[in-house]
């Protein structure tokens, strides 16, 4: 008997769960008695769903629901990757890919190019920030999510495309013609000098060239001349772990332990030592870390830091200490499957979240104070696990108006940038540009005059939300002229507001105009003009005394981060 359509698929998934069941069936161990009398229960109700649901049902989309059930009550990053979502996967291990280049995203109703990298494809064909894909070789967008345009993007490289632009600021639409190219994105989009003697590195992922590509930066910057080092993780969520004890292995000596991992399979625990002779093991090392600094991140600078190596300077890191590996499952998908945790030399682990004991309202919370443990780095310092790397140096991040916040919300700053490259040919360098005050008036004038932009305050829907209360436990009558003042007090005032804030919008809004025109490498150099905790780091780097005395001991975190 032949088995056909989505009747047959169904019945062959079950008769595969079934085998399973029964396989698991002939052990004797109570464990697998769990499993094989759990999996007869998971084929039963699929078979009566089958027979009895009152609509047809997609046996495929609802096995991948229950998949993605099951893992979520585990942790985030035990994920299963389907067949069409191994291109997406193996973008984000190797940072490659055959497509155009460039960022898209969904404005309004429509999907945008929301950044060219400079150098590919859509760059060499004249794309821009803000352009309106309309058709991708005929294939309209209309009503098309941004995965499916992606999708539409990606493919075999060498392969023509034409691409239909609405562009904004001009009356006709225009056709781009391009090829598609293996695109590889750099780990390492900027790296420069800072200071004479201060050389800087920008490191944001971890792929299989991220190593070479730090190296590469060092050995150029050493020839500049530089005598000490910025490596900026800040925003790096991680990646590959062999990438991670590489580029430590840049500035420690051989032998020296960078990092272990301990899970169940104890044979698959190991411990990770430098094995190379470094670059250079004695040039003073800034590490600049922030909430957005996970895994690989951690394993990089909590391994600088519990080695004494250099000094760590920002925010508190996010605290990932979990080991992911990928299994190959059937029908080309896989599984990525937390399998260890991960301890930096000083024996600490920096994961921040239980996910092994879950609230009753099955939230996740942090590892408790009483399970806190503290240990030491090489030269004695005081370092603590269970919540992330903290810096050698807190430096406080900057925070945005919720004015700002809205604006950028909105496409304000994106808008405005658009419609101002598309009518002017050049800016000044990423160092040199910034927004006059006549320009910012233009600026101010755009968003008066949009209609898709919106000032909402939250402090002002909570204060409706305790009027209300207020009202129905009828307390509101003996407050109404206290409720009144702090009401025209936080009520947002949009020509006052601007006023208040005008240097920090006038900053986005010079950041977003200079990536129109420097890109990528552009916007990360404008970004550090000001920047709170590079400065920092440059002062700590240019004062020896302070730089050594925070990795002897003798200047402690209380002196440091009063």
Same mark, same amino acid.
């Given at each position: 008997m032949k088995l056909r359509g989505k009747?047959?698929?169904?019945?062959?998934?079950?008769?595969?769960? *079934?085998?399973? !069941?029964? *396989? $698991?069936?002939?052990?004797? =161990?109570?464990? #697998?008695?769990?499993? +094989?009398?759990?999996?007869?229960?998971?084929?039963?109700?699929?078979?009566?769903?089958?027979? $009895?649901?009152? =609509?047809?049902?997609?046996?495929? =989309?609802?096995?991948?629901?229950?998949? @993605?059930?099951?893992?979520k009550t585990l942790d985030p990053y035990t994920t299963y990757i389907s067949e069409s979502d191994i291109e997406d996967f193996k973008l984000m291990t190797t940072g490659e890919y055959a497509g155009i280049g460039a960022l898209i995203s969904k404005h309004k109703d429509e999907v945008i190019i929301a950044e060219p990298y400079e150098g590919f494809p859509a760059y060499k064909a004249g794309l821009k920030a803000g352009d309106v894909m309309l058709e991708i070789n005929g294939t309209s967008t209309k009503d098309k999510s941004t995965d499916d345009v992606s999708n539409l993007l990606k493919g075999q490289p060498n392969v023509p495309l034409t691409i239909k632009i609405k562009r904004p600021g001009v009356k006709k639409t225009m056709d781009k013609k391009l090829v598609r190219e293996k695109i590889q994105l750099k780990s390492v989009p900027y790296y420069g000098m800072i200071t004479d003697s201060i050389g800087y590195i920008h490191l944001n992922q971890f792929t299989n060239k991220s190593a070479g590509e730090v190296k590469n930066a060092l050995k150029e910057l050493k020839v500049q001349n530089a005598k000490s080092i910025v490596l900026d993780?800040?925003?790096?969520?991680?990646?590959?772990?062999?990438?991670?004890?590489?580029?430590? #292995?840049?500035f420690v000596n051989k032998g020296e332990d960078i990092v272990s991992t301990k899970g169940k399979v104890s044979k698959w625990d190991k411990s990770y030592k430098a094995t190379k002779s470094p670059l250079d093991s004695e040039i003073p090392i800034a590490v600049l870390v922030n909430r957005g600094s996970a895994s690989a991140s951690e394993i990089v600078s909590g391994a600088i830091q519990d080695l004494d190596r250099g000094v760590v300077l920002g925010n508190r890191t996010f605290g990932k200490g979990l080991v992911q590996t990928t299994r190959n499952l059937?029908?080309?998908?896989?599984?990525?499957?937390?399998? /260890?945790?991960?301890?930096?030399? +000083?024996?600490?682990?920096?994961? !921040?979240?239980?996910?092994?004991?879950?609230n009753e309202d099955g939230s996740v919370g942090k590892v408790a104070d009483s399970l806190i443990t503290e240990y030491h780095t090489k030269n004695g310092r005081s370092v603590?696990?269970?919540?992330?790397?903290?810096?050698?140096?807190?430096? @406080?991040?900057?925070?945005?108006?919720i004015l700002s916040l809205n604006m950028i919300r909105d496409f304000m700053f994106f808008d405005f940038a658009t419609l101002y490259a598309n009518k002017t040919e050049s800016i000044e360098s990423a160092k040199e540009f910034k927004v006059s005050d006549d320009l910012f008036n233009e600026f101010v004038e755009f968003v008066k005059e949009s209609k898709d932009f919106t000032y909402k305050s939250e402090s002002t829907e909570i204060l409706k /939300?305790?009027?209300?209360?207020?009202? &129905?436990?009828?307390? $509101?009558?003996?407050?109404?002229?206290?409720?009144? /003042?702090? &009401? /025209?007090?936080?009520?947002?005032?949009?020509? %006052?507001?601007?006023?208040? *804030?005008?240097?920090?919008?006038?900053?986005?809004?010079?950041?977003?105009?200079?990536? %129109?025109?420097?890109?990528?490498?552009?916007?990360?150099? *404008?970004?550090?003009? @000001?920047?709170?905790?590079?400065? %920092?780091?440059?002062?700590?780097?240019?004062?020896?005394?302070?730089?050594?005395?925070?990795?002897?001991? +003798?200047i402690g975190l209380h002196a440091i981060n009063k």
């Open positions: 009747r047959g698929a169904i019945w062959m998934l079950a008769i595969l769960l *079934f085998c399973s !069941a029964a *396989f $698991f069936g002939f052990s004797r =161990d109570e464990r #697998n008695f769990e499993i +094989s009398k759990n999996l007869n229960i998971y084929y039963t109700m699929f078979r009566e769903l089958n027979l $009895f649901y009152v =609509d047809e049902i997609d046996p495929g =989309d609802l096995v991948k629901k229950s998949m @993605d059930a099951m893992l993780l800040r925003g790096n969520p991680g990646g590959l772990l062999d990438q991670a004890i590489e580029i430590t #292995n840049l059937t029908y080309n998908t896989k599984l990525k499957v937390t399998t /260890a945790k991960y301890y930096i030399p +000083s024996g600490r682990c920096i994961q !921040a979240l239980d996910y092994s004991n879950r603590y696990d269970g919540g992330g790397i903290l810096p050698d140096i807190k430096v @406080d991040a900057d925070t945005y108006s /939300a305790l009027k209300k209360s207020a009202k &129905e436990e009828k307390n $509101f009558d003996i407050s109404t002229d206290e409720f009144d /003042a702090l &009401e /025209a007090k936080l009520a947002p005032n949009l020509d %006052r507001d601007i006023q208040r *804030f005008k240097d920090e919008l006038k900053e986005l809004l010079a950041h977003e105009i200079v990536k %129109r025109y420097h890109y990528q490498k552009g916007g990360i150099e *404008f970004s550090l003009r @000001d920047d709170k905790t590079l400065l %920092r780091a440059i002062e700590v780097l240019e004062s020896n005394n302070e730089y050594v005395g925070i990795l002897d001991g +003798s």
